[in-house]
């Protein structure tokens, strides 16, 4: 138990910390040293002390309600993890994938869906989740994934939205649902980044402002290929553009995920690579591709 | 270390077959001051925590994180259901829920930290990896921290009461300054103020003092 002592220490803190709170910096200071006249000790407790409140006020985690709360499920049953809220292949917001809590739905496409997600740990982030439909055999995406993740985390480039992690998540051991996840760069632009395309209608840009966007992909994807990435699905809806400053900024988003996801892309025998399409699974996105790499060749960066 | 619960808790009331009436009955009895009410509650809102826990730990298997706030709202809405509460029996559910989070959370941390012991982490390490925001029961979380947190928040306890039950609130049963507010019968001004307070003391401590996993 704490000795009287401790106590009168602590709320003397206490007073000076709260009384700190609704002053102004340079207000603060002067506090600060005026404790520090009266106790050297108490002095720098409180001064270290605010500046942690500092930090929190400055992340918003005194105002913030701790995470985003899911929709209660209700029942008394078991695991009812229904179809309620903004449902996307079964996923909706509040669920979690590994270290992520899923927010809102960014998009579908045809691997899975996109999403805003909170990511908890190491780091408190905001990032985009891309969650592969299930069918897909998650182990052998993951081995893929493991050896792309090295080439990938060469590549620091402004234009080239990075991805952080991968991983798997079961949702339902009894049935033996497992979700592979892309953790990514989150690109934001007031709201969240918009396709090339898109962003150049709705601006109404000219044609020397859209050779401009245009120009900086390119300079993106010339960065991946001096490192030897190749994107393999490099379309509108994968280059964003967001504004920095009131300056359009290109991201190039899913670098290295088409080639996870297939193996042929990874170098397996033709014999595989035909199997694959012929059960439709064609890797990247036909109407973008180069005409060598539907023709079944390396997809080289020629 | 102190035993938040005060003691051990086991299932001593039947589930009726309308548990939600049930329980506002308790709460009802519990804040007229009525301790075997309290203790019933106690562990009517421990079970239900610890099965939906224990459900969640085996279908999400890979990297698991259990979220307190999700599970104490999922509690409540077991428990409670579509029955609305008022406000006094409401924060009666959440300080009861959040002591019976603490509660697991610690248990959990013990079991886990029995599994694997040794390798005292390093002060930096301590000091970075406390959560001060929401206590999870996270998969690579290290028992230890939850323990040296537990600890911390019963020392704080010991000097102000009132931060103490802030944190409580805002930490395992993850509500938001307004319900905490609403729970604690404050302004939430004051919980904004003692809950920025109570997380530079923690932090404060953590740092001074590194990891104090023993309560010693």
């Known amino acids: ?302 | 270390m102190a035993d938040p619960a005060g003691g051990p808790i086991s299932s001593s009331t039947d589930p009726s077959r309308d548990p939600a009436r049930d329980v506002t009955r308790l709460l009802r009895e519990a804040a007229s001051g009525d301790q075997s009410s309290h203790a019933a509650l106690l562990s009517r809102v421990y079970d239900q925590l610890h099965a939906i826990a224990a459900a969640r730990m085996r279908s999400e298997r890979v990297d698991h994180t259990l979220q307190a706030t999700a599970l104490v709202h999922e509690a409540y809405a077991r428990l409670v259901g579509d029955v609305r509460l008022g406000q006094v029996d409401r924060a009666g559910f959440f300080a009861v829920a959040a002591q019976a989070m603490q509660r697991i959370l610690v248990e959990h941390a013990r079991a886990r930290g029995r599994v694997k012991r040794g390798g005292g982490m390093g002060e930096a390490a301590a000091r970075r990896k406390i959560p001060l925001d929401v206590v999870d029961l996270a998969a690579e979380d290290d028992p230890e921290q939850i323990l040296a947190l537990d600890d911390l928040v019963r020392r704080l306890g010991e000097y102000d009461a009132s931060a103490a039950a802030v944190v409580r609130l805002r930490f395992y049963a993850g509500l938001s300054v307004e319900q905490t507010a609403e729970a604690l019968g404050i302004s939430e001004r004051t919980v904004k103020r003692e809950w920025a307070f109570a997380r530079a003391w923690l932090a404060g401590q953590i740092e001074r003092e590194g990891l104090d996993a023993d309560g010693a």
């Open chain 1, 1 to 302: 138990m704490p000795t009287e002592h401790d106590r009168t220490r602590y709320s003397r803190v206490k007073a000076l910390f709260l009384e700190a709170a609704d002053l102004p910096g340079s207000a603060q200071v002067a506090l600060v040293q005026r404790a520090r006249a009266e106790d050297a000790r108490l002095g720098d407790e409180l001064a270290s002390m605010l500046a942690i409140a500092a930090e929190d006020q400055a992340r918003g985690a005194i105002d913030a309600t701790p995470r985003p709360l899911p929709t209660p499920t209700g029942a008394a049953g078991e695991g009812t993890r229904g179809a309620a809220g903004a449902s996307v292949d079964g996923l909706r917001p509040g669920m979690m994938l590994g270290p992520y809590v899923l927010r809102e739905p960014l998009g579908e496409g045809g691997f899975g869906s996109v999403w805003i997600a909170e990511q908890a740990s190491p780091v408190r982030r905001d990032v985009a989740l891309k969650v592969l439909r299930t069918g897909l055999d998650s182990r052998a995406v993951m081995a893929r994934f493991a050896g792309e993740a090295r080439a990938l985390a060469m590549m620091e480039h402004p234009g080239i939205a990075r991805v952080f992690d991968a991983g798997v998540a079961t949702l339902d051991a009894d049935r033996g649902v497992s979700l592979p996840y892309f953790a990514m760069e989150l690109v934001r632009g007031g709201g969240v980044g918009q396709a090339i395309t898109t962003y150049a209608r709705t601006r109404g840009l000219s044609i020397e402002a859209r050779l401009g966007l245009v120009l900086q992909a390119c300079r993106a994807v010339q960065h991946a290929h001096t490192k030897g990435i190749i994107h393999r699905d490099i379309k509108p809806s994968n280059l964003l553009v967001s504004e920095q400053d009131g300056t359009p900024t290109v991201k190039v988003i899913d670098f290295g995920i088409a080639k996870a996801l297939h193996a042929e892309a990874a170098g397996a025998s033709v014999v595989e690579r035909t199997l694959s399409i012929e059960r439709g699974v064609l890797l990247g996105t036909p109407a973008y591709m180069s005409p060598e790499q539907a023709g079944g060749g390396g997809g080289g960066r020629e």
